[in-house]
């Protein structure tokens, strides 16, 4: 495990299972929770990929990320796909109870999105970042208003894995002669065109720690008529994203609710109304064969979907801040790092917020001592 300076790992034994986490050298455990932030990673990474943005904090702030179950260093516990992301989010609750964090500032990266989402429908939280989050309708196979494509979720879940990126995962491949290569496509999907990262090797290193055993990365799947012909199973990390078993759109309903930053690249691949991860997408580009067309299978409108929900969100009394960022992909905190940096603290409420409108010039007033 590559640890940047001043980032330490270690293993925390829950009642659930043993969870790896991230520290500061320096952090004081005795943080007030106003000034806890805890990160919480995608599919097919791990902590690692928010050590950058952790160095980056200011020191009064008391800074964790956590590895998923089967990701990084934490046990790879097989997951109930049925469940949705429970399995993580109670594995999330069961680590800050053993930290003795009673609640935090939460971050989530893509399906690390999904788990924040979950826990505060589940448990009290002070804040929430969604970064780049997967639907709050799951990823694959649901129109607009959520509402679902097929009784069976055909072409969501663990069948819409690419065997040879898996296969790739198995072998440790860190080189980038293919295109399903973990390298391959942590440049072409995770990111933006143009990135360029010294630590490239790490975040490669995080994507192959992703375990690929029974349970874990990406599940089982089962055959359908339905085109095209995969549905999900009932264990795993794709399956228990599939719509049939996740939805949290009920986070309109919450009656505390916590406020939430949304901050996205403008060219994500993967999460996207087009998302290149999508198999209708796909199907409607001609990639998969036999595409029944769009009014029965339409590609998902994740950003939409998400909007229309934090829309809802806001309407029933929850602040919302959307933050689109221009021209970055699935990875804000590591291709504009100090807009994602500046765009959390002022959520967290570190920095205050620009007033709006400014205040006229004339009543800017200095002291002659400034």
Do not use: C
């Not at 495990?1 to 500061?24: K, P, Q, S, Y």
């Not at 979950?118 to 196979?141: C, E, N, R």
């Not at 309407?315 to 790092?337: D, F, I, Q, T, Y």
């Amino acid at each position: 495990m590559t640890l940047f300076d001043g980032i330490t790992a270690r293993l925390v034994e829950t009642d659930r299972l043993g969870v790896n986490v991230l520290e500061r050298v320096g952090d004081d455990p005795s943080t007030s929770p106003e000034h806890t932030v805890v990160f919480v990673h995608g599919n097919v990474a791990s902590s690692l990929f928010w050590q950058e943005i952790m160095q980056d904090l200011p020191s009064e702030l008391r800074v964790i990320a956590v590895d998923l179950r089967g990701f990084g260093r934490t046990e790879h516990s097989p997951i109930d796909a049925t469940r949705g992301v429970r399995d993580f989010s109670d594995d999330l609750h069961a680590t800050l109870e053993a930290l003795g964090i009673s609640t935090a500032h939460l971050v989530g990266w893509s399906m690390g999105g999904a788990v924040v989402l979950q826990y505060a429908l589940d448990h009290p939280v002070l804040s929430l970042t969604l970064q780049s989050p997967i639907s709050p309708y799951g990823f694959g196979g649901t129109r607009r208003d959520g509402s679902r494509l097929s009784d069976e979720d055909a072409g969501a879940g663990a069948g819409a894995a690419n065997p040879d990126f898996i296969q790739r995962l198995i072998d440790h491949d860190t080189t980038d002669g293919a295109p399903t290569s973990p390298r391959s496509v942590f440049r072409s999907s995770y990111v933006a065109d143009g990135y360029r990262s010294e630590h490239e090797d790490v975040w490669v290193e995080a994507m192959l720690s992703t375990s690929t055993a029974t349970g874990n990365y990406p599940g089982d799947s089962v055959i359908t008529s339905t085109w095209p012909g995969f549905a999900p199973g009932t264990t795993g990390v794709l399956n228990a994203l599939a719509p049939k078993y996740f939805d949290v759109s009920g986070i309109v309903d919450l009656a505390a609710k916590p406020p939430i930053l949304w901050i996205y690249g403008t060219a994500d691949a993967i999460v996207s109304d087009t998302s290149f991860s999508d198999v209708n997408h796909l199907g409607a580009l001609g990639v998969v064969p036999d595409w029944p067309g769009v009014d029965v299978a339409p590609a998902q409108p994740m950003v939409s979907q998400t909007r229309d929900v934090l829309s809802s969100y806001a309407e029933k009394g929850g602040e919302v801040a959307e933050v689109p960022v221009e021209g970055a992909g699935h990875s804000v905190h590591l291709e504009r790092p100090a807009v994602f940096r500046q765009a959390l603290l002022t959520h967290i409420g570190y920095v205050g917020r620009p007033a709006d409108p400014a205040p006229p010039t004339e009543a800017i007033i200095l002291r002659s001592a400034d």
